[in-house]
């Protein structure tokens, strides 16, 4: 694979990424893709190495190795580095329905468990994605290819995040006749409403609806099951449902001053900014970050694209709470390689606030106590303590002014509602119970559940994953066949 000793050798880089003073007055992608040229020369640092554990897609402590819908990294590497980007494409393809969108915005955990970066710096696996995804694309290599036959089964796929979509898709391109139910007024899930366009820009996402319906795929929008039609019309007009509608009931923050004004879940903020610059909608005064000082609690992804939100917004200052502290600048010995990297890292929303603000956003080990507000009943400030006590085992006290804060502590699985109508159980932590995990069937036979409603909260890769082998499993309930069925 690649050249001898080129992952020694051979620079690691990746794509190029535009200013960080250039981007905030945009709301265009801020990566930019890689040459030819580059890629080719990345995908030469990729190894021979006797097990890929770029691929396993596994969970080791908690985070995840690998690539979980198994990518096969080395191959499509290789063909790059040779210039064979239509066969690089088909490989990519083979595992993967959507790399415009794990390019984009997945984490890369394949990086994490890449060989090569057990003895240098790992190959640019999400890069090298990118542009062979976008030769495709440009090159008219990705069209609408339509089953030869249909089975006469009709599947129904509530939710069109990743995991929804990739479902529909997998099942559609066998010849199942699939509906995909989405109660917004697009499809994509939280591809559409809930990842901001500087990681996906909106197009992208509807170049893709637009080529599963041309292969057949029905997408019915501003559809609430469980509201609009029910769990037994449903039951009764499909042969099989599949339930992917995520899981986005937000984590509260139930302390004192809650209820003012100008306190947001952070979905609830990200949704209204994608719909305002999709349709030009005006922006509720409390979801506008505009010449406000904005406080993010939640130190995770989500509450990272706020604040790149805000920031494109014009907000007057961004901070954003964690309750951990800093990451280490390097492995400890309680992560080591193949495990996901726990390593500190300055990414596009942190650059963009040091390059505006003068420093990083983030602090540590902080925890809210209460919020205070005006005579208004507006928010106007909050105050922690640290989760990190000193000396006499108190935790400091710090008062911070805000106009506007968003809650972005994670969520609590899958609503409740919709699975309450299909008399569906869930466990504590919100996802829905299988009755056989191996088959992705629920208590109730014909019904199925994949992604982060069944998985929890997780990563992208995971969610289409999760739709792939539900419709495998569909498939075999429906036909008995291993049409799909991966080993």
Not at 102 to 115: F, M, Q, R
Not at 165 to 185: M, P, Y
Not at 411 to 423: H, M, Q, S, T, Y
Request: charged share 30%; proline share 5%; aromatic share 8%.
């Amino acid at each position: 694979m690649g050249q001898l000793m080129g992952f020694l050798n051979i620079e690691r880089k990746n794509q190029k990424e535009r200013s960080p003073l250039e981007r905030v007055n945009d709301w265009n992608e801020y990566k930019e893709a890689m040459t030819e040229e580059g890629a080719r020369k990345q995908a030469a640092r990729c190894m021979d190495c006797g097990t890929p554990y770029c691929q396993v897609g596994v969970t080791l402590n908690r985070g995840t190795s690998g690539c979980p819908i198994h990518n096969l990294i080395p191959e499509w590497n290789d063909l790059v580095y040779r210039g064979l980007w239509k066969e690089a494409y088909e490989r990519l393809a083979k595992t993967n329905n959507f790399p415009e969108f794990t390019s984009k915005a997945c984490p890369a955990p394949c990086e994490g468990s890449c060989t090569a970066g057990f003895v240098s710096d790992p190959v640019s696996i999400k890069s090298i994605e990118r542009a062979i995804i976008d030769r495709a694309f440009d090159e008219g290599w990705v069209v609408p290819k339509p089953p030869l036959r249909r089975t006469g089964k009709k599947v129904a796929v509530i939710g069109s995040g990743p995991a929804g979509l990739a479902c529909a898709d997998q099942l559609n391109k066998i010849g199942h006749q699939v509906t995909v139910f989405e109660r917004s007024d697009r499809p994509g899930g939280l591809l559409m409403y809930g990842i901001p366009s500087m990681k996906i820009e909106k197009d992208v996402v509807d170049r893709r609806i637009r080529l599963l319906e041309e292969e057949g795929v029905t997408f019915k929008t501003g559809v609430d099951v469980g509201k609009d039609i029910t769990a037994a019309e449903l039951k009764k007009s499909f042969d099989a449902v599949v339930l992917c509608t995520g899981a986005v009931k937000h984590r509260e923050l139930p302390i004192e001053g809650r209820d003012l004004q100008g306190i947001a879940p952070a979905m609830d903020y990200l949704t209204a900014s994608n719909r305002h610059l999709l349709y030009n909608e005006p922006l509720e005064s409390d979801l506008d970050a505009c010449g406000k000082r904005v406080i993010v609690i939640g130190g995770g992804d989500t509450g990272e694209d706020c604040v790149a939100t805000a920031i494109r917004q014009g907000c007057k200052s961004v901070v954003q709470f964690g309750k951990h502290g800093r990451l280490p600048d390097r492995r400890t010995e309680g992560n080591p390689w193949p495990e996901h990297p726990n390593v500190f890292s300055v990414d596009y929303a942190y650059e963009e606030a040091e390059e505006l603000f003068g420093k990083d956003p983030r602090e540590y080990y902080v925890e809210t106590d209460k919020f205070t507000g005006d005579e208004n009943g507006h928010v106007t400030g909050l105050t922690t303590g640290s989760f990190k006590k000193i000396e006499d085992g108190r935790a400091e006290q710090k008062k911070w002014d805000a106009d506007l804060v968003l809650i972005a502590i994670g969520f609590r699985g899958a609503e409740d509602r919709l699975f309450g109508d299909f008399d569906i159980e869930k466990d504590p932590s919100g996802r829905v119970i299988l009755a056989d995990e191996r088959s992705y069937q629920t208590s109730r036979e014909g019904i199925f559940a994949a992604g982060d409603a069944r998985r929890g909260a997780t990563l992208i890769v995971w969610a289409i994953e999760e739709g792939r082998k539900a419709a495998a499993s569909v498939d075999l309930y429906l036909d008995g066949k291993h049409s799909l069925l991966k080993s």
